[in-house]
């Protein structure tokens, strides 16, 4: 009786002929290196992609940016925490009474409007109505 096989997880790897070792994520073509997938990893979440598209009408104050997305102030806080420390958002801070924090987009981030361009451009020609109300 043979004992049933299993498949490796993609960070196990699988021995080659070559000697080398492949993971399974290698075996289905993807490279981790794709520009498209990286890019996508750093953006893509829901809460970034709000947060950058909200930005791109200009520089906001936290409370703005909460209310325009709809996101509670703990994964706001950690959006932007996350965007400023990949060099997509600036934070500024104005010390009068009462203090401010604003964001804005940095030369990175505005470089990303034409991409959201084209997006919007796509989605309206190929998602439905009831696709883009969501």
Sequence with gaps: MSSPQTKPRDDESTPRSDGENETDADQHGHDAACPVIASIEQIG????????????????????????TDANARTLSRVLDDLGEMGFVERRIEEDSPIATYYSLSEKGESLE??????????GSWLDEDALEK
């Design 114 to 123: 034409p991409v959201f361009d084209e997006i919007e451009c796509w989605a």
């Design 45 to 68: 979440s829901q809460w970034r992609l709000a947060v950058l598209h909200e930005l791109l009408d200009g520089e906001q104050r936290f409370n703005e940016l909460k209310r325009s």
